[in-house]
């Protein structure tokens, strides 16, 4: 059956280019599709050194954010990677399907090989593998993600081939899907997207930022010096992220936002964003703020969301220890 797999690292509170690459998709899909697993992906965040407390603080932070986002456990099944052992049992059958130039190739390694250099682990090299692993030990079919995702879903659509030809016909084919805003900038440096790493806190919204923050950090917004608001990511990649955090919020195109503030300067528009976003935000913030008043229910949800994910990963397994003659 189509089945819906996507996963987000636990590493601090989401920010809005996980919400508008992501997770605003993921919502839309538990309502599109029957077979849907939403993966808090533990696993993979250790591959940088995390503190276990705030590892831990970051889980239910994640679980918390995206139940507020409107993630269903009725609808999709919610759970956390380290809670069903049979993703890393399939990612190390994959690691000896995977050859290391196909490896070296994918962007996200490079980046982080040159980054690292010599102190660099080999989780970080076996990261897309487990990431192909945790889709296709549910034979994922429909990926939700971002843009800087897309290399890692080839390669799971890769192992799948390479798997079916050497062991017999079993993996499906893995898409992934893309949203429009698939790749929202960082405030402070528009260039390159708002992530959860990077040092400078103002150049991400999180999901539950107060409104004061956001506009705090809207204001602070790197633009340009030219104060006309038209959109062209090219030369003005400033104030067009902001206008692709506008018009994902809104569902406005960029010639709709332009005409709307045409008589705005930049300061008057990045007030308009600020309301906009802030309008957004602030009943996920609310509702995050009652969750963590109900550890408890969310780990309930966690741990209900363990057993259906295991049952699946379970009986997949099996197979795939028969395919491969461990059984
Ligand atoms: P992660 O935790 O970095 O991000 C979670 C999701 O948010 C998207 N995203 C963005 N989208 C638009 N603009 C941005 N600035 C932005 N930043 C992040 C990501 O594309 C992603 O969809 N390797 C994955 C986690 C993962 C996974 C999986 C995903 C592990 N196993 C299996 C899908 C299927 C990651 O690090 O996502």
Not at 4 to 31: C, D, E, R
Not at 161 to 185: Q, T, W
Not at 317 to 322: E, L, N, P, T, V
Request: proline share 7%; charged share 25%; glycine share 4%.
């Amino acid at each position: 059956p189509p089945t819906v797999f996507s996963g987000i690292q636990p590493t601090g509170i989401p920010h809005i280019g996980n919400y508008l690459g992501a997770i605003k998709n993921w919502v839309h899909m538990q309502n599109t599709h029957q077979r849907v697993l939403f993966c808090i992906v533990d696993l993979h965040s250790v591959t940088l050194p995390q503190n276990p407390n705030a590892l831990r603080q970051s889980i239910f932070d994640t679980a918390a954010c995206l139940l507020a986002c409107g993630i269903d456990p009725d609808k999709a099944i919610l759970f956390q990677q380290s809670d069903v052992p049979q993703h890393s049992e399939l990612c190390w059958a994959f690691t000896c399907l995977t050859t290391l130039p196909r490896i070296q190739s994918l962007p996200q390694w490079k980046e982080k090989s040159e980054k690292y250099a010599k102190d660099i682990n080999v989780g970080l090299m076996t990261y897309p593998i487990l990431q192909a692993a945790d889709i296709l030990l549910y034979k994922g079919t429909e990926v939700p993600v971002g843009e800087d995702q897309i290399p890692h879903v080839e390669l799971a659509q890769d192992l799948a081939r390479i798997f079916n030809y050497r062991f017999g016909e079993f993996f499906p084919k893995a898409s992934a899907v893309i949203p429009k805003s698939a790749r929202i900038k960082s405030l402070r440096t528009p260039t390159s997207k708002m992530s959860k790493s990077e040092i400078d806190v103002k150049s991400r919204i999180d999901l539950t930022d107060s409104p004061e923050v956001i506009r705090g950090k809207i204001k602070k917004a790197v633009t340009d010096f030219t104060p006309e608001i038209f959109y062209d990511p090219d030369n003005r990649p400033g104030i067009s992220n902001l206008m692709d955090i506008h018009a994902a919020f809104t569902g406005l195109s960029s010639d709709e936002i332009t005409e709307q503030n045409k008589l705005k300067n930049t300061v008057g528009y990045k007030s308009e964003v600020a309301d906009i976003v802030t309008q957004y935000l602030t009943p996920i913030r609310e509702k995050v703020l009652r969750l963590r008043e109900q550890p408890e229910y969310v780990q309930q949800i966690l741990d209900r969301g363990a057993e259906r994910a295991g049952d699946i990963a379970q009986e997949n397994w099996m197979q795939i220890r028969k395919l491969m003659g461990f059984k």
